[in-house]
Nanobody, 128 residues
Framework: QLQLVESGGGLVQPGGSLSLSCTAS????????VGWFRQAPGKEREVVSC????????YYTDSVKGRFTISRNTIRTAVYLQMSGLEPADTATYYC?????????????????????WGHGTQVTVSS
């Protein structure tokens, strides 16, 4: 089972940018699908973006399209979430997750059984 570690969160002003990283401790992601999720206080966890493990196709939730970009490095040891145009509504704890089959050809499939590992999260706060 992958042990996921997120990094890169912090405090940023509205309109600013942050880049989050997710690594799998001691190994590569191989062909795992990797997703970024977030949970704001008092709200349910929601998917932000995911990248397919086989063809690197991407999914974005509507609220972040055009502002966030998910990517992975060529040696498949890290997945990134580049966030720009940040808004106070983006404030949340961001979690990295890995599994199989929950992100296919640009579509996200909400099935908890498809996610095998979760990171502990990194806080993103957007405030002036």
């Amino acid at each position: 089972q992958l042990q996921l570690v997120e990094s890169g969160g912090g405090l940023v002003q509205p309109g600013g940018s942050l880049s989050l990283s997710c690594t799998a401790s001691g190994r590569t992601f191989d062909y795992y699908t990797v997703g970024w999720f977030r949970q704001a206080p008092g709200k349910e966890r929601e998917v932000v973006s995911c990248i397919d493990g086989t063809d690197d196709s991407e999914y974005y939730t509507d609220s972040v399209k055009g502002r966030f970009t998910i990517s992975r490095n060529t040696i498949r040891t890290a997945v990134y979430l580049q966030m720009s145009g940040l808004e106070p509504a983006d404030t949340a704890t961001y979690y990295c997750a890995a599994g199989l089959g929950f992100c296919i050809r640009g579509n996200y499939y909400s099935d908890p059984t498809l996610v095998y590992s979760w990171g502990h999260g990194t806080q993103v706060t957007v405030s002036s």
